[in-house]
């Protein structure tokens, strides 16, 4: 294994922690799996799942794109962009008819 230089920034977000983060995910996934092939109603499937999605995605930002320690400027940047999304889709879903 190599190492970094001497001098060179260490990385900000540990190996261990990285591997936690995906087994969370990894059970996250399984457990949306269940929740689908078990025919649990729609009353709660729904927002089980909207949790499960909502949970992976925040991982997914905070750890594997390292949000968590980017200056705060790229998390507002990325907050709003994401707000942008939740918006325009939230606009279609009301105002186009099915």
Excluded: C
């Excluded at 190996?15 to 059970?27: D, E, K, N, R």
């Excluded at 999605?53 to 907050?79: H, W």
């Amino acid at each position: 294994m190599q190492t970094a230089p001497r001098g060179a920034p260490q990385h900000p977000i540990r190996a261990g922690t990285h591997a936690l983060v995906a087994l969370i995910l990894a059970v996250s996934t399984g457990l949306a799996l269940t929740v689908v092939y078990a025919n649990v109603a729609a009353t709660v499937a729904v927002p089980l799942l909207l949790v499960l999605a909502a949970l992976g995605v925040a991982l997914e930002v905070l750890y594997f794109m390292q949000l968590k320690v980017s200056a705060p400027k790229v998390m507002i940047f990325f907050g709003v962009g994401v707000a942008l999304a939740l918006l325009i889709a939230v606009a279609l879903r009301i105002l186009v008819p099915r």
